[in-house]
C-alpha cells in the first residue's frame, strides 16, 4: 500500500511546512509545534475575535444566552480534539511500524485548528449573509457586472461561499501583511477546504473551496500534501478531500445541530420533555434507564438537557471515529462517499436525521431567525449596493468618504474590478453583525448626533 499511487499517505498529509514562509522550515520541534503555534495564533486573531458578534442561528444579543460564531468554534474545536484522539490512537496501532508513526501525534493539534478556523470567512447574519453576497449579483444590482468579468470570476461572486472565503483568508496577502497571509501549516490550511474544487464544479449547491484568485494557492498546498487530483489534465480541477477534513465536518455537523436545540429549549422554543424524549432515542433501552434515573437527581431542566446533549455528542464521537477508522482506505483513495454521519450505526444516525427534521421544522423557520434573514439580507444587499459603486467610481466625493471608512488593508485599488469587488467582499464579510448594522444607520442618516 505504501507504493500505491491512487491514493494519499499519511507521512505527506501531515505536514509543518508553513504557507508563505516556505524558505524558514525546518523539522525542529520546540515547546510547541507548528500546528499548536496555528491554534495559539488563530485564538489571537482579530477575524476569530470577530465571531463573538456573528450570528450563529439565534438573534444576538438576548438576555438569554445563545452561541455565536465564537462559542460554535471553541465547542466544534473541542469535538475535533476528541474525534481526532481517537482516530490518531487507532492509526498509531495500525501504523506502529512505520518510521513516521509518531505523525499521528498531531492530528488533534491540526483539526483543533482547523476547527477554530472553519467559519472565519462567513459574513454577518449566519448562513443569510452569504445568500445576500451572492443573490445581489445574481438576482441585484450586481446582475450588471457580469459582461465585465470572466465566466469563473462570475462563479465566485453568483456562488460566494464562506468556506472559499476562509481559504482566502488564511492565505491572501492583504495591504500591509506579511506574504502567506496568516502563514498557517500546509495540513491546517487542507482540513478547512471541504469542498477542494473551483466555484465552476459546484452545480448541485454553490459550495466549493477556493475562488479562482487563489487557485494557485490551493494548488500549491494540495500538491505538496499529495492530495489526490480526481479532474483530468486541463479540466476545472477537483481534489479528493484531506483525509482530516472528515473530522472537521463531523465535529461542526454534531455540535450545530445538537447545540442548536438546547439554544432552542432555553428559549423556550422547544418543551424539554420533546428534547429528552429526542436525546435519549440514541441509546439503547438500558442506557435510556439509567440516565432517566440520573436525571432524576436534579430538577432545573437545562441542566437536564445539558447531560443528555453531553451524552449524544460523546456517542456521535465515538460512532464518527469509527467510521473514520473503518473507511480509511476509502478516505485515503478518495472513494470514500458523503460524511462520516452517514455511515454510522443505524440508531445514532437515524436519532441526528430526527435531530435534523426537528431544527428544520421548528429553529430554521422560526421568526425570530426568519427576522434576522430578512434583516441581514436588506443590510448587507445595501452595503455591497453602496461600495460596489463607490470602489468602481472613485472619483465622485460620496465615493471618497465612503472608502475613506474602508481599512487599508482591502485592496479597494486592485488593478482589476474583480480584484475590486473582492475588496468589497472582503471588507463585508468581515464585518459583524453589530458593525454591519451601525454602518447600515450611518450611511441612512439613521444615527447622526447632531449638537444643538
Not at 518510521?99 to 498531531?106: E, L, R
Not at 430578512?374 to 472613485?394: C, H, Q, W, Y
Request: hydrophobic fraction near 40%.
Amino acid at each position: 500500500m505504501a507504493n500505491d499511487n491512487n491514493m494519499m499517505h499519511w507521512e505527506r498529509l501531515i505536514c509543518d511546512k508553513r504557507f508563505g514562509l516556505e524558505e524558514y522550515h525546518d523539522n525542529k520541534r520546540g515547546t510547541r509545534s507548528d500546528f499548536l503555534r496555528d491554534y495559539d495564533r488563530l485564538v489571537f486573531s482579530s477575524p476569530f475575535r470577530r465571531l463573538q458578534n456573528k450570528t450563529q442561528v439565534f438573534p444576538l444579543p438576548g438576555s438569554i444566552f445563545v452561541h455565536n460564531r465564537l462559542t460554535h468554534s471553541l465547542e466544534v474545536a473541542c469535538v475535533g480534539r476528541s474525534l481526532a484522539t481517537e482516530v490518531s490512537l487507532s492509526l498509531r496501532d495500525k501504523y506502529a511500524d512505520k518510521p513516521w508513526v509518531q505523525k499521528f501525534d498531531a492530528i488533534g493539534e491540526i483539526v483543533m485548528a482547523a476547527c477554530l478556523a472553519h467559519d472565519l470567512g462567513n459574513p454577518p447574519f449566519g448562513h443569510s449573509g452569504e445568500k445576500a453576497i451572492a443573490t445581489y449579483f445574481s438576482e441585484g444590482a450586481g446582475v450588471a457586472l457580469r459582461d465585465e468579468l470572466t465566466p469563473k470570476q462570475w462563479l465566485d461572486f453568483t456562488r460566494f461561499d464562506g468556506n472559499a472565503n476562509a481559504f482566502r483568508l488564511l492565505t491572501h496577502s492583504f495591504n500591509g501583511r506579511r506574504p502567506g497571509g496568516f502563514a498557517m501549516t500546509y495540513s491546517m490550511l487542507a482540513s478547512i477546504v471541504k469542498y477542494p474544487y473551483e466555484s465552476s464544479l459546484a452545480v448541485k449547491k454553490p459550495k466549493f473551496g477556493f475562488f479562482t484568485s487563489e487557485k494557485a494557492d490551493f494548488l500549491k498546498v494540495a500538491d505538496e500534501l499529495g492530495m489526490l487530483p480526481l479532474s483530468a489534465p486541463g479540466h476545472d480541477i477537483r481534489y479528493a478531500r484531506h483525509p482530516l477534513v472528515y473530522l472537521v465536518e463531523a465535529a461542526d455537523d454534531i455540535c450545530y445541530e445538537v447545540m442548536d436545540i438546547e439554544d432552542a429549549h432555553k428559549l423556550g422554543q422547544l418543551p424539554t420533555q420533546q428534547v429528552i424524549d429526542l436525546f435519549l432515542e440514541f441509546f439503547p433501552a438500558d442506557r435510556q434507564d439509567h440516565m432517566r434515573r440520573v436525571m432524576e437527581m436534579v430538577d432545573d431542566p437545562n441542566e437536564k438537557i445539558g447531560y443528555l446533549r453531553s451524552a449524544v455528542i460523546g456517542t456521535l464521537v465515538h460512532v464518527c471515529s469509527q467510521a473514520f477508522i473503518d473507511n480509511e482506505e476509502a478516505i485515503l483513495r478518495g472513494t470514500f462517499s458523503g460524511s462520516l454521519l452517514d455511515h454510522i450505526p443505524s440508531r445514532e444516525r437515524e436519532g441526528y436525521a430526527r435531530c435534523n427534521a426537528l431544527s428544520w421544522e421548528k429553529i430554521y423557520r422560526a421568526p425570530d431567525v426568519v427576522d434576522i434573514d430578512l434583516a441581514g439580507t436588506s443590510i448587507i444587499t445595501f452595503l455591497m449596493e453602496k461600495l460596489v459603486d463607490a470602489v468602481r467610481n472613485p472619483q465622485y466625493n460620496y465615493s471618497q468618504l465612503l472608502l475613506s471608512k474602508v481599512p487599508q488593508q482591502y485592496e479597494i485599488n486592485a488593478p482589476t474590478l474583480y480584484g475590486k469587488i473582492q475588496a468589497v467582499i472582503d471588507h463585508v464579510s468581515g464585518m459583524t453583525d453589530v458593525y454591519a448594522l451601525d454602518l447600515y444607520r450611518r450611511l441612512n442618516g439613521m444615527s447622526l448626533k447632531i449638537n444643538n
